[in-house]
């Protein structure tokens, strides 16, 4: 069974980091791109970056956020800098089966989700 978990969401104060997780079971994603998204309450989910040979940022966390990917431990990352209460949402981890790294319906292998509350 393909599964993605994330981990490492949490409470923060405006200004701080957090690292989120994305492992990956069942396969290897090795050779798809993978992003981010997130949803905060009453809003689309919504693209925040993604990562194939290179990688691609919503503009609105680009210079704060930067996602990586190790593909021995089949496993991606955000770096999530200079949090703002906007940031606050719930982050996905999903795998790109093909079309634009931004646009959900590119993503066919979806996580759980973590909770990121970043308070002022």
């Known amino acids: 069974q393909v599964q993605l978990v994330e981990s490492g969401g949490g409470l923060v104060q405006a200004g701080g980091s957090l690292r989120l997780s994305c492992a990956a079971s069942?396969?290897?994603?090795?050779?798809?791109?993978m992003g981010w998204f997130r949803q905060a309450p009453g809003k689309e989910r919504e693209f925040v970056a993604a990562i194939s040979g290179s990688t691609y940022y919503a503009d609105s966390v680009k210079g704060r956020f930067t996602i990586s990917r190790d593909n021995a431990k089949n496993t991606v990352y955000l770096q999530m800098n200079s949090l703002k209460p906007e940031d606050t949402a719930v982050y996905y981890c999903?795998?790109?089966?093909?079309?634009?790294?931004?646009?959900?319906?590119?993503?066919?292998?979806w996580g759980q989700g973590t909770q990121v509350t970043v308070s002022s």
């Open positions: 069942g396969r290897t994603f090795s050779s798809n791109a």
């Open positions: 999903a795998a790109h089966y093909g079309g634009s790294y931004s646009v959900r319906s590119s993503y066919r292998v």
